[in-house]
């Protein structure tokens, strides 16, 4: 049977008759190890193949506010849809992900993680839920806040604070919602911990092959692939695209050391500059887009970055353009006092200032100011600059001897060395949600959603050292 249908952006998707369950998590992961995605692609897998659940989207990966303190790196959370063919009444699914939650983490248990599990029957994308969705994006919301909507809603979840991340995931990547895809490739546990190492020839090749269909694989000016994290976690390598066909390419394609223990194709709402839709007063942990007008000089300081005094709504506030940020650090040296920007970024208190730090993740130059500077005036005769004689007492040419007594300061603008645009870090520093300048925007709604094949690598769950599937069937 078809479930799907047409929305009228021309993807495909749920209809609102359609009763399916919305599985959200989040906070499972520790410092120690671990991962969201890592458990919902063990998650998936497990309630396909021993509750013949049946997946009606490919597995959500929603990235959050990014300014939220308690975040562990990303703040993503991750949600499943399913359809009612499973035999689990929602609050056994709940004990059963419960369980499941428990023993992913072992002895990995930390006192941060604080694991959600929200489980929704029914349409997800209505106005309470997609509100709350906006508004874990932007700003801090309060676990009572959250509560309150699910018992409204009769929604079924459990004590943690992850449920936050939970139903606003729940309620993201909705019809119409821009959206891009993840592979997410992951390590044996034996390695987590270790260095990894991936050959960059092979990632650049894969570049090559993908061309436009996907993005922020390598960083060409540094010759560097940027597909791994750096953390304990279980993610060997990560690619990004706007179509999972060209994802499971990466599986023949890239090549490193260690076997693929797994992996798991995400539909997500990264690089989609999603949260980028409102215009704020800046307040701390909100991270938006605000329009500022350049009040100070840039100050450089130590580490190479860059901080610059501006106004907004009303409000002075310190722009932090950090050296990673690179070009952005490098135009904000060019920015005087009167330019009209927009930045986006999350709010973040520094002990050195009185004012909030924007911390810049997004750079509008939307008008410059066009000061003019007062100089001597050009020689009408042989166009040198020429030299005043004193006060009252005019110009004189010091190249061809020309003399004016009336010729007076001349005011002239002086061309400025930026262009009004918008400007984003270089792929290896550009933040999870911000669309990088070099996928057009109409590409993240290019292809349908339709056939969930082969978003799983069931060697997830097989023994060491087995080759991944590149095709998973479920
Ligand atoms: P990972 O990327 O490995 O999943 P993470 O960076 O997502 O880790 P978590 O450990 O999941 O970090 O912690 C984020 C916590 O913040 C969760 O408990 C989540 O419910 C909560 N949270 C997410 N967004 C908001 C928000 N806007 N306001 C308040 N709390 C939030």
């Known amino acids: 049977m078809n479930v799907f249908h047409k929305t009228s952006s021309g993807d495909t998707f749920l209809p609102r008759t359609q009763s399916f369950l919305n599985i959200g998590l989040d ?25 013949k659940c049946r997946l009606l ?13 308690w975040k562990t790196r990303g703040n993503a959370s991750v949600v499943l849809r399913i359809d009612r063919s499973c035999n689990l009444s929602v609050e056994e699914l709940v004990e059963l992900i419960s369980s499941f939650i428990d023993s992913y983490q072992g002895n990995c248990k930390h006192r941060n993680s604080s694991p959600g599990i929200v489980i929704y029957n029914g349409y997800p994308w209505i106005n309470d839920l997609r509100g709350f969705y906006f508004r874990a994006l932007n700003d801090v919301v309060l676990l009572d806040d959250a509560r309150k909507i699910m018992d409204k809603h009769g929604i ?15 309620a993201g990547l909705a019809p119409g919602d821009p959206y891009t895809f993840e592979l997410l490739a992951y390590r ?10 991936i050959d960059y020839q092979s990632v650049f090749k894969y570049d ?21 994290p750096h953390g304990p976690d279980p993610v060997y390598f990560g690619v990004r695209g706007i179509e999972p066909g060209k994802l499971l390419l990466a599986l023949e394609t890239i090549k490193g050391n ?11 709402n990264q690089a989609t500059s999603i949260h980028e839709k409102t215009t704020t007063t800046p307040r701390y942990h909100r991270t938006s887009k605000y329009k500022c007008t350049v009040s100070g000089n840039p100050q450089k300081i130590p580490g190479g970055h860059i901080i610059l005094e501006a106004e907004c709504h009303n409000t002075i506030v310190n722009l932090a353009f950090y050296r990673e940020t690179y070009p952005l650090n490098k135009i904000a040296t060019m920015l005087q006092p009167g330019d009209q920007i927009t ?7 520094r002990s050195t200032s009185v004012y909030p730090t924007i911390t810049v993740e997004v750079l509008y130059v939307e008008e410059l100011a066009t000061k003019p500077v007062e100089v001597a005036p050009r020689c009408p005769k042989c166009g040198a600059r020429m030299k005043s004689k004193g006060i009252d007492k005019g110009y004189a040419c010091p190249k061809c001897g020309y003399y004016d007594r009336t010729a007076t300061k001349i005011h002239v603008v002086i061309p400025r060395d930026i262009v009004p645009g918008r400007y984003t870090p270089t792929p290896m520093h550009i933040a999870h949600l911000v669309s990088p300048n070099w996928l057009h925007p109409l590409m993240l709604k290019k292809f349908p959603l339709f056939p969930v094949n082969g978003f799983c690598g069931h060697s997830i769950n097989s023994p060491v050292n087995n080759p991944p599937v590149s095709n998973g069937s479920h």
Not at 27 to 46: S, V
Not at 57 to 69: K, Q, S
Not at 343 to 349: A, D, M, S
Request: charged share 20%; with cysteine.
């Open 156 to 170: 079924v979840y459990n004590n943690g604070r992850g449920v936050i991340g939970a139903l606003a995931g729940i």
């Open 188 to 197: 044996d546990p034996k390695y987590w911990g270790e260095k990894r190492y």
């Open 57 to 69: 989207d490919y597995p959500n990966l929603v990235r959050l506010n990014p300014g939220i303190p």
């Open 27 to 51: 906070d499972t992961d520790t410092p120690g190890g671990g991962c969201t995605t890592h458990l919902g692609a063990l998650l998936a897998t497990y309630l396909m193949k021993n509750e």
């Open 258 to 268: 260690e076997p693929i223990h797994g992996w798991c194709i995400y539909r997500t």
């Open 208 to 228: 090559m092959l993908t061309g436009e269909l996907t993005f922020s694989s390598i960083d060409p000016e540094r010759r560097k692939q940027i597909i791994t």
């Open 343 to 349: 930045v986006t970024g999350p709010v973040k208190q």
